[in-house]
Nanobody, 127 residues
Framework: QVHLVASGGGLAQTGGSLRLSCTSS????????IGWFRQAPGKDREFVAS????????QYVDSVKGRFTISRNRAEKTVYLQMDSLKAEDTAVYSC????????????????????WGQGTQVTVSS
């Protein structure tokens, strides 16, 4: 299994910014599409964003478009989620997960195929 660890969460004010990091020591990390998910108490896990192995293709849930940016640094084995213009509804535990890269048209849904979520990081945004 690919083991991923998320970090960088914390407390931010409404309108503020945070940058999350997702990393893995597995040598196959670079061949996977990596997705960010979030889950608030009492709610289902929600897809947030994903990035292809080479960083050229990105996808976002509508609620974060224009505010969040996903990117990756292959040399660092790290995927980032830059979160700007934070809102109270962004409060959740954020985790990252891999899925096999099959191009942008293979999976029926944005969240399909992701599994093996790693350790999450808490993001809290005050209103």
């Amino acid at each position: 299994q690919v083991h991923l660890v998320a970090s960088g969460g914390g407390l931010a004010q409404t309108g503020g910014s945070l940058r999350l990091s997702c990393t893995s020591s597995e040598p196959t990390f670079y061949i996977y599409e990596i997705g960010w998910f979030r889950q608030a108490p009492g709610k289902d896990r929600e897809f947030v964003a994903s990035v292809s192995p080479n960083g050229g293709e990105t996808q976002y849930v509508d609620s974060v478009k224009g505010r969040f940016t996903i990117s990756r640094n292959r040399a660092e084995k790290t995927v980032y989620l830059q979160m700007d213009s934070l809102k109270a509804e962004d409060t959740a535990v954020y985790s990252c997960a891999p899925r096999a890269w099959r191009g942008t048209k293979y999976y029926a849904e944005l969240s399909a195929g992701f599994a093996n979520w790693g350790q999450g990081t808490q993001v809290t945004v005050s209103s």
